[in-house]
């Protein structure tokens, strides 16, 4: 059966979901969390990470990470399932940008890969790939890591994030295909990318604290803390891990 929404344009289709996502957002106002004694409850208190109500707060440390390493996105830059971050933090680096993904239903797609199928990946094509939050979707990460390695230009790197502490994600959260295997902490992920890129090329910055973890866990919003909050790191608390690895060799 033909799905409905194919039937709706596809840029009318986005503009009603940052309609609708704009509505949600406006409604933090009215339930938006200032006495935490609400959180006293088994269930949580938002769905979804919060994003019918604002920005996630693991976005925040994805943020904070790719600003650090904003000069590595330069030249020909990959990113998995959009170009948000390429768009965002690369600027006038960029000199090409491309969009992989296995999945099919996604239009913005510019290449069709499959990062657990290495030997069919391309070789040394990209100065930089930005794959946040995906390696937990995907059954073999080892395989997908050693993707990334043979893309990846000499001198070329790689700007991953993972999750630590994190719910299950499923579903329609997912966005796109995979499901939710695999959580990490700073160090294991330290490992897995060492066995690939080696551990002098590998450097691995973990974020969070509990009070950040906790409302994550909620799914509060980034709106619902202060910067000071969001910004404390407590290397005992990962909400997220951020890996920078560099493909040996000179650009
Ligand atoms: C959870 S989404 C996250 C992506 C996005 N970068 C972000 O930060 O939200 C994971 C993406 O990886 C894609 N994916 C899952 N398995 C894959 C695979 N084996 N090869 C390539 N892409 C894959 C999914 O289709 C989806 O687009």
């Known amino acids: 059966m033909t799905n409905l929404k194919y039937l709706v344009p596809k840029r009318l289709r986005r503009w009603l979901n940052r309609r609708r996502?704009?509505?949600?957002r406006g409604l933090l106002v009215f339930d938006r969390v200032t006495?935490?004694?609400v959180l006293r409850r088994?269930?949580?208190y938002r769905p979804n990470f919060g994003v019918a109500r604002g920005e996630p707060i693991d976005r925040f440390y994805i943020a904070?990470?790719?600003t650090t390493h904003q000069e590595s996105i330069r030249g020909r830059?990959?990113?998995i399932e959009s170009d948000q971050y390429t768009r965002r933090f690369g600027g006038d680096r960029v000199q090409h940008a491309d969009i992989l993904d296995l999945n099919d239903q996604n239009e913005q797609r510019t290449i069709a890969i499959?990062?657990?199928?290495?030997?069919?990946?391309?070789?040394s094509?990209?100065?930089c790939i930005i794959c946040t939050q995906t390696l937990l979707v995907i059954e073999d990460y080892g395989a997908a890591i050693r993707s990334l390695y043979r893309m990846l230009k000499p001198g070329?790197?790689?700007?991953?994030?993972?999750p630590g502490i994190c719910q299950v994600v499923r579903g329609g959260m997912i966005g796109g295909v995979g499901e939710d295997w695999w959580r990490f902490t700073g160090r294991s992920a330290s490992k897995v990318f060492s066995e690939v890129f080696s551990p002098e090329n590998v450097v691995v910055q973990t974020y969070g604290n509990v009070l950040a973890a906790t409302a994550f866990l909620h799914g509060l919003v980034q709106e619902e803390l202060t910067q000071e909050e969001l910004e404390y790191n407590d290397p005992d608390y990962e909400l997220t891990i951020g890996v920078q690895a560099t493909k040996q060799g000179i650009g």
């Open 156 to 162: 070329g790197v790689a700007l991953v994030t993972v």
């Open 77 to 79: 830059v990959a990113e």
């Open 35 to 37: 006495d935490w004694s």
């Open 42 to 44: 088994v269930r949580p």
């Open 125 to 127: 094509e990209f100065d």
């Open 64 to 66: 904070k990470f790719l």
């Open 114 to 123: 499959d990062l657990t199928k290495t030997a069919d990946t391309p070789v």
């Open 21 to 24: 996502q704009a509505a949600g």
